[in-house]
């Protein structure tokens, strides 16, 4: 209690008197405490309250729910629009892919895949020259609208290189070898001339492999086309450049040359184009659609990063129940900072970002659908994560998100600690299993292996597709696998279960009892006033922050 002035009539005054008055003046003090305290409880009784409460109480209309509402909707539609432009981008790759397979490998399947290889040196020669001949005459075989590369007046010609040692000398029946490990590269250039002669043919003959030193032939070259399904979607279709290479891979030298076709795709901006039957209005309507979301996302992401910014200002309010010394834990402070906001904010910025990207690839000046659709993607999916906020409000759905918080620290720990094990598995596995069991090749593969294990799925090809060529190894892959289900998903599993279900049914039990879960509760709970009472159109915005200061 800070010390009173002493009136210069003290000697005039009585005993009595002067108690009475100090006795005002404590009551007088104890009041306006109680009163800023009672302020402070509105204060944030009101900012923990749902868009229909905040409406009672001040009637203010819910903006940022309805805003809400409507971004769901517009994202969704855009992203619906941007998968159907992107599936017809991604079957238009996969298609032409499988094309050039069948044009250019000769007698190829489908579904061979790895299996399609050489064996004898007669037939590397006859796949090449069947290479060049088709595409030598690629424009009167393809039922597609593909062209030679042009720059200029001239085609751009085939490649054709080889890769070798630079000297060898092996002898496998002496067991001796010299080999200068220094790598060479020879190569062939073929241009397309019309009409064909024998110039392809003379070309070849030049051409010689050294099989005892050869690591791989590539042939490569580059292919246009142009695809016009995007019209049906209103969009401008689009130009592409297909850099073709077929790789005659040897660097093993066993015997067996593998032969893969693979393509790199560019998409361009077409030169020249003209749509009839689609007005250019129409054409432009999505990228006014686009700015649309932009704004309404900017709107959005405005507006949720002043509540948060408002949740920090009142956890600055909050430490004031430290100088009355009570002490706040972080569970509570935490509390102030809306992770859903943060969430929103998250999936605005991605959405905004995901826009404009969706307007440069609209108007050709990018053609990164890839990057796109991430953006895009992460972005809806963050938009309706964020509904499950407003589900919230209903006591009966509102035990799903508050399990899901009390049980993320535990939850966090524990993936941690089951992790460093899985991990462990996942290298014995491909060091030892690898080169006896293909789902054990790479560490990715032994991953998703394993993964499927825990969840049941593909257990009985991974026993029996292993490779019996050693026993010692086939032994210790039955117990490396029987150990792995059995500590993962009779043990491990398990107690994951049983922590989620722990936590569910302490939250069940505190919602049954209603009794405050943390001080903050606690704090708020003393303020009995209903959002239709009025209280909080009144609220002293500037009495909070006076218990901040000593007295």
């Known amino acids: 209690m800070p010390i009173l002035p002493v009136p210069h009539h003290f000697c005039k005054v009585s005993l009595s008197n002067l108690l009475t008055w100090v006795y005002t003046l404590h009551n007088n003090q104890q009041h306006q405490d109680k009163e800023t305290a009672d302020n402070l409880r509105r204060k944030i009784k009101y900012f923990f309250m749902n868009p229909c409460e905040k409406y009672k109480a ?21 992203l619906v629009s941007f998968g159907l432009s992107n599936q017809m981008v991604v079957t238009f790759k996969e298609e032409n892919l499988m094309t050039f397979k069948h044009l250019f490998l000769k007698d190829y399947v489908d579904g061979r895949g790895d299996s399609y290889a050489v064996y004898r040196q007669d037939e590397v020669y ?11 005459r690629l424009r009167n075989i393809t039922v597609g609208n593909h062209a030679y590369e042009k720059k200029g007046d001239t085609y751009s010609p085939l490649s054709l290189c080889q890769e070798f040692y630079r000297n060898g000398s092996i002898s496998p029946a002496n ?26 043919e003379d070309d070849l003959l030049n051409f010689v492999v050294d099989f005892k030193r050869l690591l791989n032939v590539k042939i490569k070259f580059t292919l246009k086309a142009i695809n016009l ?15 073709v290479t077929i790789t005659f891979n040897n660097q093993a030298h066993s015997g067996r040359i593998k032969v893969d076709l693979d393509n790199d795709v560019d998409i361009n901006e077409c030169r020249d184009w003209k749509v009839i039957g689609a007005s250019p209005k129409n054409i432009y309507y ?52 809306n992770g859903w906001y943060i969430l929103i904010i998250a ?27 991430i953006f895009l993607g992460t972005g809806t999916m963050l938009v309706w994560i964020g509904v499950i906020r407003y589900m919230g409000y209903f006591k009966k759905y509102n035990i799903l998100i508050l399990t899901l918080r009390a049980a993320f620290p535990n939850v966090v720990r524990f993936i941690g600690c089951a992790g460093i094990i899985y991990l462990g598995y996942c290298f014995c596995g491909w060091i030892v299993l690898g080169p006896y069991h293909e789902k054990f090749r790479t560490l990715n593969t032994v991953s998703e292996c394993l993964f499927s294990l825990i969840n ?48 569910y049914d302490t939250i069940k039990q505190q919602q049954q009892e209603g009794s405050p879960v943390s ?32 007295r």
């Open 175 to 200: 067991e001796t070898f010299d080999i200068d490990a220094q790598i060479e590269t020879e190569c062939l250039e073929i241009v397309p001339v019309f009409p064909m002669g024998s110039t392809t």
């Open 456 to 503: 049941g799925d593909d257990m009985y090809p991974t026993f029996k597709y292993m490779k019996q060529k050693s026993y010692l190894v086939w032994l210790f892959s039955r117990v490396y696998l029987y150990t792995f289900v059995s500590l993962f998903i009779y043990m491990i599993l398990s107690l994951f279960i049983t922590l989620i279900t722990d936590t």
């Open 347 to 373: 999936s605005d910025t991605l959405t905004i970002i995901g826009s404009i990207l969706k307007i440069e690839i609209q108007t050709k000046i990018l053609t990164s659908y890839d990057v796109c659709s």
């Open 126 to 136: 006859e796949h090449i020259s069947y290479i060049v001949d088709k595409y030598s």
């Open 519 to 550: 001080e903050l509760h606690c704090f708020m709970s003393e303020c009995k006033d209903l959002p239709t009472s009025g209280r909080y159109r009144v609220e002293g915005e500037s009495g909070s922050f006076t218990c901040c200061f000593p």
């Open 58 to 78: 001040r009637g203010r209309k819910p903006w940022k729910l309805m805003l809400q509402i409507i971004k769901i909707a517009i994202i969704t539609i855009q």
């Open 229 to 243: 399904q995007t019209v049906r979607n209103r969009e401008l279709p689009n130009c592409y450049d297909f850099d």
């Open 286 to 337: 999505p990228l006014l659609f686009d700015c649309l979301i932009i704004v309404t996302c900017i709107t959005s992401l405005a507006l949720c990063t002043r509540s948060v910014l408002n949740g920090i200002r009142l956890q600055f309010v909050n430490f004031c129940l430290v100088r009355q010394g009570k002490k706040v834990p972080w569970s509570d402070r935490l509390e102030f900072l």
